[in-house]
């Protein structure tokens, strides 16, 4: 089983949708939780963080954790054009040998 | 804005010959990444080390890999000899530990090419 899971897609939305990408985790000591957009030939760039169980928003963007389920997502509202990239999941420990694991990514592509 | 700066951006090279490449991660962090990226695998976590000091690189091939951080302002990542399956994109991050929830920086990356 791999530490970090997400579906690889391609997740399509048009224009203004909500779009919703999803990853698992196996590791329950993991308390930091990552979403990187990364754009085709480009480094990853972070977006959003959340530590916390619950819904953390940050403008057009909202992550949600629940630890229970070993479960985090990232909702895009109102989705555009340039959202269209691949989202990378991490996770990272905060105790012991803190190591940030990343899934393979989803591909997102927002159609005009 | 502060940066991860690695070098260099591309590199072919033949079977056999050495590769490094350096990271030079932003001022003040104390944690550093490596990490090779493939169509296939993702993000790979190679090594990694906080306060310059080693503490995991079991993601990386022994034989032929080394990292190395010889002072707080260079990372390493050296290959010998090459192989055409080191073809991949490696990239370097650094961060501050304990403030982690921050994330880590990632740099432009080197884009290695084995022939």
């Known amino acids: 089983q791999k530490e970090v899971e997400q579906n690889s897609g391609p997740l399509s939305v048009p224009e203004g949708a909500i779009a919703s990408l999803n990853c698992t985790y196996s590791?329950?000591?993991?308390?930091?939780f990552f979403w990187y957009r990364q754009y085709s030939g480009k480094s990853p760039e972070l977006i959003m963080s959340i530590y916390s169980n619950g819904d953390k928003e940050d403008g057009r963007f909202t992550a949600q954790l629940n630890k229970a389920s070993q479960y985090v997502s990232l909702l895009i509202r109102d989705s555009q054009p340039s959202d269209s990239a691949t989202y990378l999941c991490?996770?990272?420990?905060?105790?012991?040998?803190?190591?940030?694991?990343f899934g393979t990514g989803t591909r997102l592509l927002v159609s005009p | 804005d502060a940066r991860v700066t690695q070098t260099p951006r591309h590199k072919v090279t033949e079977m056999g010959q050495e590769v490094t490449m350096r990271c030079q991660p932003i001022?003040?962090?104390?944690?550093v990444f490596w990490y090779r990226q493939t169509m296939m695998q993702g993000l790979e976590l190679l090594a990694y080390?906080?306060?310059?000091?080693?503490?995991?690189d079991s993601g990386m091939p022994k034989d032929r890999f080394s990292a190395e951080m010889p002072d707080a302002t260079l990372a390493t990542l050296k290959i010998q000899p090459s192989e055409p399956r080191d073809s991949a994109v490696y990239f370097c991050?650094?961060?501050?530990?304990?403030?982690?929830?921050?994330?880590?920086?990632f740099g432009s990356g080197t884009r290695l090419t084995v022939v």
């Open positions: 991490a996770v990272n420990r905060d105790t012991g040998f803190q190591k940030l694991v």
């Open positions: 991050a650094s961060g501050l530990v304990p403030e982690s929830a921050r994330g880590y920086t």
């Open positions: 590791d329950r000591v993991s308390q930091s």
């Open positions: 080390f906080r306060n310059r000091a080693p503490l995991d």
């Open positions: 001022l003040g962090h104390n944690t």
